[in-house]
T-cell receptor, first 117, second 115 residues
């Protein structure tokens, strides 16, 4: 498909386990974003990349959360030692260029629903 | 810091009726403004955006929004809603004078359509 894809779509894990969430952006898109969306809330910014460089990680809640995009394409969001409060929908988005101006739209993936028991 | 307020958590309107969803923002200057729609089980889709120029912005699916600087508002409107418009709607802001690309979202308004 031509859109942003995320895997897995659903992940159930036990407290204390590590999880890795994958995002496959639209081919050729320079920027990639991670958001977390709690039930009944809007998406909350976590971090973003331009190419392989992580530009802003101010939204990552604590040091258990990390993200990488080693080749400037696919990205992985890793949560170590998961806690129940980490349960949420994790959304990825990508955009063709950098920044928000002009026609630079962020296209969102369907999300990964994470449940920590 | 930027913030977005969507005061209505849930709105129900009759099919064919007009719609207005409220959005207020807080930002030191004129931000970039967006409206997104999220249908059940789907990702977010951009309805429209305001960057500059005409303060009345036309979007997809017959939606429009008007930027009012004096009221710090960016309300979404549609003259006649269809049952397929039932979804969650998010207003969002982005920093204008910054290289940052993050978008700050409001908490959303869930729209239900009465047959």
């Amino acid at each position: 498909g031509a859109g942003v894809s995320q895997s897995p779509r659903y992940k159930v894990t036990k407290r204390g386990q590590d999880v890795a969430l994958r995002c496959d952006p639209i081919s050729g898109h320079v920027s990639l974003y991670w958001y977390r969306q709690a039930l009944g809330q809007g998406p909350e910014f976590l971090t973003y990349f331009n190419y392989e460089a992580q530009q802003d990680k101010s939204g990552l809640p604590n040091d258990r959360f990390s993200a990488e995009r080693p080749e400037g394409s696919i990205s992985t969001l890793t949560i170590q030692r998961t806690e129940q409060r980490d349960s949420a929908m994790y959304r990825c988005a990508s955009s063709l260029g950098q920044g928000l101006a002009g026609d630079n739209e962020q296209f969102f993936g369907p999300g990964t629903r994470l449940t920590v028991l | 810091a930027q913030s977005v307020t969507q005061p209505d958590i849930h709105i129900t309107v009759s099919e064919g009726a007009s719609l207005e969803l409220r959005c207020n923002y807080s930002y030191g200057a004129t931000p970039y403004l967006f409206w997104y729609v999220q249908s059940p089980g789907q990702g977010l889709q951009l309805l429209l955006k305001y960057f500059s120029g005409d303060t009345l912005v036309q979007g997809i699916k017959g939606f429009e929004a008007e930027f009012k600087r004096s009221q710090s508002s960016f309300n979404l409107r549609k003259p006649s809603v269809h049952w397929s418009d039932a979804a969650e709607y998010f207003c969002a802001v982005g920093a204008r004078y910054s290289s940052a690309s993050k978008i700050i979202f409001g908490s959303g308004t869930r729209l239900s359509i009465r047959p």
